[in-house]
């Protein structure tokens, strides 16, 4: 019987290669490693490093420290903190229910995974008009609010490799379609603290979104309704009524 040959001997794949390299430096540092000594961990340049280490981290394989200039592996490789994310939904669903009871309007909690937005907790508005996700949906990152908040906190070679995983597609005639005027839009989420999806995801609708700060995964909470309900001039008080819920959600977790 013919033996068949290891895999690795007959069909070298470049590229798989050096991510495995990548990986197994970060591995064998079992602590944050900076650019330079993981490209020569690697043996590539720094380059060639640093784009093998954007396309990794947008898919949470690599994670950044908090000061951004070290890298170590990332939740993908750990098991899922199902405690954490349970006593965040906890913390956060009374709160997103008393905010929805006193607005009238849908409010939202969303995590970042992977190059998308997950609806984690959903208090429905009572209107029989509403916008409304179910918990487990996921969306687009550059056409939410919530995906414009927490993107305005990461590094922007994290933020357009993510973007390179599914482009910017058009959901409507609103939605920023190119990558240079979502890093723009973000850097003005950044200066005023709150992300607006202003009918770029949905014809009509209209949200509201502000980071949850100090977490250990990027989250958002959200207000969102037609926008018939959510005028462009009520936006900003809008987020000033998530901000306050994210302290209290933050707060809660604290305590």
């Not at 690795?8 to 495995?20: F, K, N, Q, T």
């Not at 079992?30 to 590539?44: C, T």
């Not at 487990?136 to 993510?162: F, N, S, Y």
């Not at 989250?219 to 462009?232: C, E, T, Y």
């Amino acid at each position: 019987m013919e033996q068949m040959p290891a895999p690795h001997a007959a069909y070298p794949i470049r590229a798989v290669d050096r991510v495995c390299d990548i990986l197994d430096a970060l591995a064998e540092a079992g602590r944050p490693v900076s650019l330079p000594e993981v490209a020569a961990a690697a043996e590539l340049p720094k380059s060639s490093t640093f784009r093998y280490l954007a396309a990794l981290e947008a898919r949470r394989y690599v994670e950044r420290s908090a000061g951004g200039g070290e890298y170590q592996l990332g939740p993908a490789f750990r098991s899922p903190d199902a405690q954490g994310l349970a006593q965040l939904q906890e913390a956060a669903e009374p709160v997103l229910a008393a905010l929805r009871d006193r607005m009238g309007e849908t409010t939202n909690l969303g995590l970042l995974e992977g190059s998308t937005v997950v609806h984690a907790v959903v208090c429905e508005s009572p209107q029989m008009m509403r916008l409304a996700a179910r918990v487990g949906e996921r969306g687009p990152v550059h056409a939410t609010a919530l995906g414009k908040a927490m993107c305005a906190a990461l590094p922007e070679a994290q933020v357009r490799a993510m973007l390179s995983q599914h482009g910017l597609p058009a959901f409507t005639e609103s939605t920023i379609t190119d990558p240079n005027a979502y890093l723009a839009e973000l850097e003005t989420v950044r200066e005023q603290g709150y992300g607006v999806d202003d009918q770029e995801n949905q014809l009509a609708g209209r949200c509201v979104a502000v980071p949850l700060s100090g977490l250990p995964v990027p989250a958002a909470i959200s207000v969102s309704a037609p926008a018939g309900r959510l005028p462009a001039r009520e936006v900003r008080h809008v987020a000033q009524q998530l901000r306050r819920a994210a302290e209290e959600i933050v707060r809660a977790l604290r305590e």
